[in-house]
Nanobody, 126 residues
Framework: HVQMVESGGGSVQAGGSLRLSCAAS????????MGWFRQAPGKEREGVAA????????NYADSVKGRFTISRDSAKNTMYLQMNSLKPEDTAMYYC????????????????????WGQGTQVTVS
């Protein structure tokens, strides 16, 4: 049974920081690309950041480059998203996700390539 649980969301003022965590279990964590996605009210879910199996390759949406940092700790089966210089437009439900094992190349930001999802954690920036 695959389980992914996000935590770390909350309310913060513009310019502030938050760190999201995603604890994964029930699958071969080290063989999957992982990513963070977000969905604001009335908008489609979009890719925010993705990371390769080793953590050595990352991919970011243009809107968060230079402000967000994705990382993963294989020993803890946990992925993180450090969010700095937060803006009101970053307000959304944030989801972590994992691809099937075996993908290569640049970790993608396309939703359709991810088949394991968490329940989400809310981030509100005012």
């Amino acid at each position: 049974h695959v389980q992914m649980v996000e935590s770390g969301g909350g309310s913060v003022q513009a310019g502030g920081s938050l760190r999201l965590s995603c604890a994964a279990s029930g699958y071969a964590y080290s063989r999957n690309f992982m990513g963070w996605f977000r969905q604001a009210p009335g908008k489609e879910r979009e890719g925010v950041a993705a990371i390769s199996t080793s953590g050595g390759t990352t991919n970011y949406a243009d809107s968060v480059k230079g402000r967000f940092t994705i990382s993963r700790d294989s020993a803890k089966n946990t992925m993180y998203l450090q969010m700095n210089s937060l803006k009101p437009e970053d307000t959304a439900m944030y989801y972590c996700a994992a691809t099937p094992p075996g993908l290569v190349g640049i970790p993608p930001l396309r939703l359709g390539l991810y088949n394991y999802w968490g329940q989400g954690t809310q981030v509100t920036v005012s």
